[in-house]
């Protein structure tokens, strides 16, 4: 109950005060879980659906509505969002900073929008990076195995005079490929080259500064079906390979006015060229302010300001491509949250509101209302109302997709053709939360959380008069499909965890999630497609358990098992995933582990990409030695 989070307010308080359903991944649980990645972390998460479609590529979202690009989750490190307007999600494959240097991971699941903005809908992922203070001296980590072909992480940190401190690593990994769905060679193999830095100094006593920024280069396996024209039909996949790189700089000044007042101004440059099939290079600017001050007694005051510039060139191909191929865009938003302490102590009511204006839907407010009851500092009972929204990508406005299908009778050429709409709305929804936190024992504690959402104006794709195309020749005929929100339903769920100290060298955390939608058309949609798809892609149950066990000489087991139910459109058998470590503290410097994951199968599928983008493959069975050293 005593934990810092800062992900909901931003601003610091403890989780007994905070009025959102969050779960707090800590320094300790990323050293135990084994996972090689932050997608494998978040499958800890109760209300977090992870799933990996093949080898580089994951499906991850909060609360349903699972997709590659899952819309309506918004992920940031350090607070700077990596969320990429040009699909609408996140690229989970250059996620890939190294896990030691990862200091928690707060994850709200439900709206966060009145202080992040849109997209923030279903949920919000902070991953919070250690100060360079925490890492001075040397790491070194190899690791290997059936999977991991391969891969080591170098790193050193020091001071900089008496009023700054440093950290410079380097990271790269091999990866061998996973078995496609007939159970041959995938094609999805893949590596990755990483370098970063991290600077923070103490300018004076009131002023700190930090600085940092990475560079990666990656090449990714994949096997993607070709079409040499529009009017041939779309050849057997082959194999190919996709050139990754990018960077960021980022910079954060924090200034203290007095012990009631502070403020951040945080500045960052993110740049990216993915050489897949849209061939799309992005820049994007942001500036973010906010001000934290106590005003009276009973009032704690959140507010800022905040601009962004993106800037996007592809170059597309048959299959897809933007129309204008380069988009640019300014997004200025601005918040205001005061925190209300009604009974000192005891009760709090949050109210604020987000207003952001893009050039798309233009100006879109984001209003909460939370309050917290906390009956001691055991208990904790809260509840919320928020209003959320999704704002189009790129792609919803300016895609066209060409898909070859079967000629007609009479020999004509058709292609299925997919097309933006400028004049797509936002995708809204309306949260009702309830939630309860407690500390029941001294070694056992649960937090529960329910809600209802009500989604409006959801995306679907309506078929449109078909028309002859006379170019590119021979003449043909299209089968146009456009955006349309005609789309709306409501989704009702629990998540509930637990974490129980058995005893002094035993801790066990069970959690549990449940989730029903139910989408609806509108009279006017003849989409065939959507309603299944949003409802059917996340699984009703999930459940985990994961075990802690201290072993004499320094050894410790970690375990985790954990429960999908089937997925119904695209048709997935549920599955059960067994990972465990085994580690040996050999020195205070030096440490072993073994890493078993996905033992109770030789594979297994995950989920299915129905946008066609990557080929499914299967979740192959894996184990890996890695000893670290620190000195």
């Known amino acids: ?44 998460v109760p209300g977090m659906d992870v799933a990996q479609i093949d080898a580089n590529t994951w499906a991850i979202s909060a609360r349903g509505l699972n997709g590659r690009f899952s819309n309506k989750l918004l992920v940031l490190i350090d607070g700077r969002t990596v969320y990429i307007p040009t699909f609408g999600g996140v690229f989970w494959d250059v996620l890939n900073l190294p896990l030691e240097d990862i200091e928690r991971i707060e994850v709200i699941r439900g709206p966060g929008g009145s202080v992040w903005g849109t997209n923030a809908v279903n949920g919000v992922i902070n991953i919070l990076t250690k100060k360079a203070s925490q890492t001075h001296g040397g790491l070194v980590d190899a690791e ?9 992480t170098a790193q050193y940190g020091g001071s900089l005079g008496k009023n700054a401190d440093y950290r410079l690593y380097s990271k790269y990994f091999n990866e061998d490929h996973f078995p496609n769905l007939t159970g041959q060679n995938g094609g999805d193999g893949w590596n990755l080259l990483q370098g ?77 060229e993915r050489d897949d099939a849209l061939r799309e290079a992005r820049t994007t600017y942001d500036l973010d302010f906010q001000h934290h001050f106590a005003w009276t007694k009973r009032h704690d005051i959140v507010w800022g300001f ?11 191909n048959l299959q897809i491509s933007l129309n204008p191929p380069n988009l640019s865009f300014n997004l200025f938003s601005a918040f205001l949250q005061d925190e209300i302490a009604l009974v000192p102590d005891r009760l709090y009511l949050t109210v604020g509101a987000k207003l952001e204006h893009n050039p798309y839907t233009g100006l879109d407010p984001l209003p909460t209302a939370r309050v917290a009851w906390a009956a001691n500092e055991r208990h904790t009972l809260w509840a919320a109302v928020s209003r959320a929204d999704r704002t189009p990508a790129s792609i919803d406005i300016a895609q066209v997709t060409n898909i070859p299908v079967a000629p007609e009778p009479n020999g004509t ?40 959402d009500s989604y409006s104006t959801q995306k679907t794709t309506e078929p449109a008069a078909p028309f002859l195309e006379l170019t590119p020749a021979p003449p043909h005929l299209v089968l146009p499909f456009i955006l349309e929100n005609l789309m709306h339903g409501e989704a009702h769920g629990l998540e509930v965890s637990a974490n129980w100290k058995v005893n ?32 059917g892609s996340s699984p009703p149950h ?32 549920s599955y059960t995933r067994l990972d465990t470590q085994l580690s040996w503290r050999w020195t205070e410097r030096t440490s072993f582990s073994l890493v078993g994951q996905n033992l109770l199968r030789d594979h297994h599928l995950e989920f299915v990409d129905l946008i066609g983008s990557v080929d499914s493959s299967q979740i192959k069975r894996s184990a890996y030695a890695k000893v670290t050293w620190r000195f």
């Not at 084994?34 to 997608?39: L, M």
């Not at 905040?306 to 597309?316: E, H, M």
């Not at 801790?507 to 006017?524: C, D, I, Q, R, V």
Request: proline share 4%; charged share 20%; glycine share 6%.
């Open 413 to 452: 050429p058709v292609v299925l053709r997919i097309e933006g709409n400028p004049n797509v709305e936002n995708e809204t929804l309306l949260a009702y939360e309830l939630g309860y936190r407690a500390a029941v024992l001294d070694r056992l504690s649960f937090d529960f959380a329910a809600y209802y």
């Open 306 to 316: 905040g601009y962004r510039y993106s800037d996007s060139q592809s170059n597309g």
């Open 1 to 44: 109950m005593g934990i810092k989070v800062t992900s909901v307010s931003k601003k610091e308080q403890t989780l007994s005060r905070t009025p959102a359903a969050i779960f707090v991944i800590s320094a300790e649980d990323i050293r135990r879980s084994g996972a090689r990645n932050v997608p494998d972390l978040l499958r800890m």
């Open 144 to 152: 290997g195995g059936n999977i991991d072909q391969g891969a080591g």
């Open 196 to 272: 970063g830095f991290r600077v923070d100094a103490t300018l004076s006593s009131r002023d700190t500064l930090m600085v940092q920024g990475s560079l990666y280069a990656s090449r990714e396996g994949q096997i993607t079906p070709v079409a040499s024209s529009l009017t041939e039909p779309l050849q057997p996949a082959v194999f190919g390979e996709t050139d990754l790189t990018g960077s960021f700089v980022q910079s954060a000044w924090n200034h203290t006015y007095s012990t009631r007042s502070d403020s951040t101004l945080q500045l960052s440059i993110d740049h990216y």
């Open 542 to 573: 999930w459940a985990n358990l994961r075990s802690h066990l201290e072993l004499p000489h320094r050894f410790a087991w970690d375990a985790c098992a954990g429960f999908v139910s089937r997925l119904a459109d695209p048709n997935v058998a």
């Open 504 to 535: 002094r060298w035993w801790t066990l955390s069970p959690a549990y999630a449940f989730e029903t939608l139910h989408m609806h058309l509108k009279p006017a949609s003849h989409d065939t497609t959507s309603v299944a798809q949003a409802q």
